[in-house]
């Protein structure tokens, strides 16, 4: 078709490699079916996925190397914008917003793992807005993968603040009447957390980089600036509803075992 783009509609820079897309075929073949039962054609959001872990890798280097280099222990801030200020300036988000929600002790403890998803889910959002990479985050098997650690980790934080039995008691309600009423109710809800968080942030994604797809097609200069600024707008935004919903869904778990435990 004319004017289409020679990456293909899945296609990024990766693609012009020699040989990659035999490789994908070979893999996709091996792996059959996505969880959205699509044949992994290409996996072009996995090559992406691990293209931003890649990223961040090098970042966290980046980063040791700069407080190695300050010999304060990071107390002085970066002049300028690097990886280390880039890092600091997304942690320090992310703990601000966490410490509101479940408190300081606790958000310094989760801090690991909101703020290794806010970096990946952010730097993934970003690269959507860069012509010739996709977001990996526009795909459900990326994003049910990330929910899936968030509903994982909220379960088991609940039953280790508690123990096992103590923790489950509360999805049968106050009394143990309600029981047959509660429990499916609380199970269902709970079950609603992962895949509401993976289709929000997909559909938003994906709807945002097929904006900017089309903007860029039909007028690739100064027009599309707009809209890739706005773009920039929502990446941010998806990324701080996607962290703040899973502190709270482990705030709450910790805060029910506690008071089950009182």
Request: net charge negative.
């Amino acid at each position: 078709m004319a004017g289409e783009s020679p990456l293909g509609e899945h296609g990024t820079w990766f693609h012009l490699l020699p040989g990659l897309k035999n490789v994908e075929a070979t893999i996709a073949h091996k792996l059959g079916h996505s969880a959205m039962g699509e044949e992994l054609h290409g996996l072009p959001h996995v090559i992406m996925g691990l293209f931003v872990i890649v990223l961040l890798l090098f970042a966290a280097f980046r980063y040791r190397g700069h407080l190695a280099v300050a010999g304060d222990g990071g107390v002085v801030p970066e002049r300028k914008l690097n990886a280390r200020s880039f890092i600091e300036i997304v942690s320090e988000a992310a703990l601000g917003m966490m410490s509101g929600v479940m408190g300081r002790e606790a958000a310094k403890y989760f801090l690991p793992l909101i703020g290794s998803l806010a970096l990946f889910i952010l730097v993934a959002n970003l690269l959507g807005l860069v012509p010739g990479f996709l977001p990996a985050t526009d795909n459900l098997n990326t994003t049910l993968a990330l929910g899936a650690v968030v509903f994982i980790v909220t379960h088991i934080y609940g039953v280790k603040k508690h123990g096992f039995g103590h923790y489950f008691a509360h999805f049968l309600g106050p009394v143990w009447w309600l029981a047959p009423l509660m429990l499916p109710i609380e199970l269902i809800s709970h079950l609603a957390r992962p895949l509401s968080l993976a289709l929000r942030l997909m559909g938003n994604m994906f709807g945002d980089h097929t904006v900017l797809a089309i903007f860029l097609g039909l007028v690739p200069f100064v027009v599309p600036i707009p809209i890739m600024l706005l773009g920039v707008l929502v990446c941010i935004v998806q990324t701080l509803v996607f962290c703040l919903l899973s502190v709270v869904y482990i705030g709450l778990a910790i805060e029910q075992a506690e008071e089950a435990h009182h």
